[in-house]
Nanobody
Framework: QVQLVESGGGLVHTGESLRLSCEAS????????MGWFRRAPGKEREGVAC????????YYADSVEGRFTISRDNAKNTVYLQMDSLHPEDTGIYYCARDKTYYCRGYPWGVDDFASWGQGTQVTVSS
């Protein structure tokens, strides 16, 4: 009964911001690391960011470091991805994912390291 529901995607112009949310249910949210992946047009799904379950340590792909911020609110069973200074290269479907454990592995994160996935939310950045 694990469920991950993403929201907050949309169409923005280069340099603008979006904040994605992922509401989780059906598991002990505070016991698992959470990640964001994206699938850009013509590319495979890639890890964007990861946050540990308890202390909230964060990790980022080099391509988004300094522009994106992952955070979580364990009281609300929600993980967020704040995306600033968006580029057209950031366009894609963004997925929320539950890690198989409480910590984040080193970048790049493999899809097999995450046990559950949301349906995704579309982010489009126009130039």
């Amino acid at each position: 009964q694990v469920q991950l529901v993403e929201s907050g995607g949309g169409l923005v112009h280069t340099g603008e911001s979006l904040r994605l949310s992922c509401e989780a249910s059906g598991f002990a949210f505070n016991n698992y690391a959470m990640g964001w992946f994206r699938r850009a047009p013509g590319k495979e799904r890639e890890g964007v960011a990861c946050i540990t379950s308890h202390d909230g340590t964060t990790y980022y792909a080099d391509s988004v470091e300094g522009r994106f911020t992952i955070s979580r609110d364990n009281a609300k069973n929600t993980v967020y991805l704040q995306m600033d200074s968006l580029h057209p290269e950031d366009t894609g479907i963004y997925y929320c994912a539950r890690d198989k454990t409480y910590y984040c592995r080193g970048y790049p994160w493999g899809v097999d390291d995450f046990a559950s996935w949301g349906q995704g939310t579309q982010v489009t950045v126009s130039s």
